[in-house]
């Protein structure tokens, strides 16, 4: 098959929610529709509850969980499909960004009963920022939840971002009758039934086809057209070239649970996502048909073995192909690399592979080579953009409880770091270890590594501050003076590049305020946007 073949066959995306809202139910769900897994219950959910924040085992179990089901890659209808999972947990939030640079297209699940939650809105802000294409599942149809057009109205109004119903819900919680399909003009009848795999779907040629009066009563029936009526007059035509632009997501409604309407969203997706879509890097576009091999890191994680201290870089390909044993440029280390084991994850599965093309998501096993966002190429220097760090929250500082081991304090923090479990900024005087996150849970999940996997024992100080900026600026001498007088305020990052580190909103503003030609970047993007201009 050749290039441009395999890479129209690949749909690469992720499936986001709140957590609770039934990402994990639809994962498996179309895991079992493709045939990839069996049974139910074949995908774990890999959410740390509550209550089990300080449980390490937990920390670990969740760790072993998310690399087997970190990419899960199944064929559909002659298609190959790449669901990449992103951490439940909030803590985790900054994987699951990452993740997202990683995709072509997103699934968003709702759950109908609560609406657009918390982590949905800042999922989305991601997705609206680099114009992800997305589809919105709204699950739970089976339960008594909002008004479908309140519904939403809610999602336009949070997400910021245009919806077009191609599926409209007949009645829900106890008297859910199925769902009108409006682009497809059929009935898809519910039965609450968690094993069986097809839905009962009837094609109709409109709302006056006589098949609906028999498979729906009177009332269904007259509120059905109602609505549809009210969806024609609100929602224009759907255009697929909106949904691929990021402005308008179509939405379909469905219990994932009973696997209704999975079918109907699983096949809308195949039709209509995008196949593995061009990249930016730094130096120009890449186009994924290009014959030449480029790709970059997005995930880094640790072997859980001890004993084995390698770590499994995850790749996604972006152009070319990609061929076992062969020799790639490490673009930042300017080192030639060859990869004797790449593996592919199918499912629960993992194997080594031959090759590889665009959309799909490889591992590679690494002995401390990798940085997240690192490019490798068949030799051009290339750098993808798009994988920024961005602002931690919380900070605190690393102190070592055991001086005779500061060495693999100093390793292990640098390693860890380098996975994207935290950002590291070291302050002066005295080389103290700032280390930023945007969730609690990472300090224990440091702390706790850091004692098994190096053998160094430490603590974390609560340090003051609450936002940390990246700072430049045109004028060398201006950049020299701002670092001077605000040198308790100031720590460097692992490239050595200057970080304002604010105590509050206040202090950040008054600086921003004062030093007008100073910028202050809220992301680590802008290092690559320099390194184009420059
Ligand atoms: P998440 O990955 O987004 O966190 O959600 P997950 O799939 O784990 O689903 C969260 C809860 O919602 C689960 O119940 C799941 O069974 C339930 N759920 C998913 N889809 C539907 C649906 O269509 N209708 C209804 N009524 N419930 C649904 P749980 O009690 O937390 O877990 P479990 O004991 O069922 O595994």
């Known amino acids: 098959m050749d290039l441009q073949a395999e890479i129209n066959k690949r749909k690469t995306f992720a499936i986001i929610s709140h957590p609770d809202a039934g990402k994990t139910t639809l994962t ?91 982590q949905t809105e800042k999922l989305m802000g991601v997705c609206r920022m680099r114009n ?18 309140d519904l939403l109205d809610e999602v336009e109004a949070k997400l910021n971002i245009k919806v077009h119903p191609l599926s409209w819900p007949i009645s829900q919680g106890q008297t859910f009758q199925g769902v009108y ?30 098949i ?38 179509p939405v379909f409604f469905g219990s994932a649970i009973n696997n209704f309407g999975i079918q109907e969203l699983l096949d809308t997706f195949i039709e209509f996502a995008p196949p593995p879509i061009d990249r930016e890097a ?55 690399l060859r990869f004797t084991s790449p593996t592919s994850f199918m499912a629960n599965e993992k194997n080594i592979i031959e090759e590889a093309y665009p959309g799909d998501v490889i591992g590679l096993y690494d002995s401390g080579n990798f940085k997240i966002g690192d490019t490798i190429t068949e ?3 290339l750098h993808f953009r798009g994988i920024p760090s961005f602002s931690p929250e919380i900070f605190k ?72 900026c990246w700072v430049t600026c045109d004028d060398p001498a201006k950049l020299a003076t701002f670092l001077e007088q605000k040198e308790r305020s100031i720590a460097y990052d692992k490239d050595g590049d200057p970080v304002f580190l604010a105590d509050s909103d206040w202090a950040l503003n008054m600086a921003m305020e004062y030093f007008g030609d100073i910028k202050f970047h809220f992301t680590s993007e802008h290092k690559t946007a320099t390194e184009q201009t420059a």
């Open 28 to 118: 498996e769900k179309f895991l079992l529709f493709g045939g990839a897994i069996l049974t139910a219950g074949a995908v774990k959910s890999n959410k740390i509850k509550k209550t089990a924040t300080s449980d390490f085992m937990e920390i670990e179990k969740q760790r072993g969980i998310s690399v087997a089901t970190s990419v899960m890659g199944f064929e559909y209808k002659g298609r190959k499909i790449n669901i990449l999972d992103t951490p439940g947990h909030k803590d985790f939030a900054e994987d699951t960004y990452r993740t997202l640079t990683a995709v072509d297209s997103v699934i968003l699940v709702i759950d109908c009963v609560k609406g657009v939650e918390e």
């Open 282 to 336: 730094t130096e120009r576009m890449v186009q994924a048909t290009e014959p030449k091999f480029s790709g970059f890191v997005f995930k880094i994680h640790a072997n859980l073995d001890p004993n084995h201290r390698d770590r499994i870089a995850f790749l996604r390909i972006c152009s070319g192909r990609f061929e076992r044993n062969k020799f790639y440029q490490h673009t930042r280390l300017n080192k030639q």
């Open 379 to 381: 030799g051009e220097t």
């Open 181 to 210: 399909n409006l682009y497809h003009k059929s009935l898809n009848l519910f039965t609450s039934n968690k094993t069986k795999l097809s839905d009962d779907i009837f094609s109709v040629a409109d709302l006056n086809d006589p």
């Open 132 to 149: 992800i294409p997305v589809i919105i599942f709204i699950n739970k149809m089976d339960r008594e939840g909002k008004d479908p057009f």
């Open 212 to 249: 609906l009066a028999q498979k729906l009563k009177e009332e269904y029936l007259n509120k059905l057209k109602e609505d549809v009526e009210l969806v024609d007059g609100v929602y224009s035509r759907f255009d697929v070239k909106n949904y691929l632009d990021g402005s308008t997501a």
């Open 397 to 468: 500082e690393l102190v070592n409880k055991d001086p005779l081991k500061s060495k693999q304090l100093d390793k292990g923090i640098n390693q860890l770091t380098d996975e994207g479990v935290a950002q590291l900024f070291t302050q002066q005087p005295g080389n103290r270890k700032i280390v930023g996150t945007v969730g609690d849970l990472q300090f224990e999940v440091l702390q706790f590594r850091l004692q098994h996997e190096y053998g160094a024992s430490c603590e974390f100080r609560m340090a003051p501050f609450t936002k940390a």
